[in-house]
């Protein structure tokens, strides 16, 4: 059921091991649970293009609704997913319900595009171009280029080249393909080279820092630099003040994206807040 490290009989007779393992199994029967009585819940965090302030659209944020804990945040419960059996039936799930938000966007006339987090294991599973491919035929309406795929840089540490190889094909079928947290892997440039991609989320940490910081700040500056060299959009994560924004537009960088602008929201505080946003930067909705 659970990868497990090691598995040589030592761990056996651990007592804490075997509590971290029975927590673990525990949780990841409450998750299949949770699948199956709709407690999972997609949150939705604006993203902004900085020439016109124009929410472009918003990355889908995993949040789990428990009967007894209250809302959980992905940290809380993702570590136990990766590499469990759950891993690709929640990514389905994750793809089957922003693809449907994406959708009433539509309905509603709103412009919206939406990012949506794959796992690097879910990436990599054979079915998942399958299953993106089969999503497109049974909803010829939806437009693939309104959808965004987030893939961690580290996603690639295995096999670039397959990695490659599944982006390219997401591309080709008309999608969209982030590199997120870009900067924190071993080989950023070696990603970024080898990998087909049509935007760059640089990593919030360096966000966060480059005030204060002016290594951070060079990173930043040179990642965008890069980024043009390519031809290739760059938004920023973790823009948490208007500091912020101001420096990034400075540099050129064209979306941000964090608290500075919206928390995450549920899918109908997101249409309030869009409501309020689009009064006070009104601007025609033609987007991307
Ligand atoms: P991420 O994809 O890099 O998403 C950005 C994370 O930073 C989100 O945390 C978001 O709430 C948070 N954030 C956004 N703006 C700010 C800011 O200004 N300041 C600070 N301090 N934080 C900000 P969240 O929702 O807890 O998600 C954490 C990570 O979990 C995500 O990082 C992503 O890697 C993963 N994740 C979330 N939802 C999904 C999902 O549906 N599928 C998969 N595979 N992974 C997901
Ligand atoms: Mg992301
Ligand atoms: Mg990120
Ligand atoms: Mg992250």
């Known amino acids: 059921l659970v990868k497990e490290n090691g598995g040589d009989g030592c761990h056996r007779f651990d007592p804490g091991v075997i509590r971290h393992r ?31 302030n124009a929410v472009i659209g918003a990355e889908a944020l995993i949040r789990w609704r428990h009967p007894r804990r209250g809302l959980l945040s992905p940290g809380e419960f993702l570590p136990v997913v990766t590499g469990s059996e759950l ?56 437009d693939p280029a309104m959808v965004t795929l987030e893939v961690l840089e580290s996603t690639a540490l295995d096999d670039m080249q397959r990695a490659g190889n599944v982006i390219g094909e997401c591309r080709g079928m008309g999608f969209q393909v982030a590199l997120d947290d870009f900067g924190t892997g071993y080989s950023s440039l070696t990603y970024f080279r080898a990998l087909p991609i049509d935007l760059i989320k640089i990593d919030q940490s360096f966000i966060r820092n480059m005030m204060a910081d002016t290594s951070d700040r060079a990173i930043v500056e040179s990642v965008i630099f890069l980024a043009k060299q390519f031809r290739r959009p760059v938004l920023a994560e973790g823009v948490e003040t208007l500091d912020h924004a101001d420096v990034l537009r400075q540099m050129g960088c064209e979306q941000i994206q964090g608290y500075g602008i919206a928390k995450p929201l549920p899918a109908a505080d997101f249409l309030h807040w869009l409501r309020d946003w689009r009064q006070r930067y009104p601007t025609p909705p033609q987007r991307r």
């Open 22 to 52: 029975e927590l673990r199994l525990q949780m990841l029967g409450e998750l299949s649970e949770a699948i199956r009585q709709d407690q999972l819940e997609l949150h939705y965090q604006p993203q902004v293009q900085m020439a016109d």
């Open 87 to 142: 891993e690709v039936p929640m990514g389905q799930w994750v793809i089957r319900n922003a693809l449907a938000q994406l959708d009433a966007w539509q309905q509603a006339g709103l412009n919206l595009q939406v990012s949506i987090n794959i796992s690097a294991n879910h990436l990599m599973d054979p079915g998942f171009t399958d299953y993106l491919r089969s999503h497109l035929l049974d909803h010829p309406e939806m």
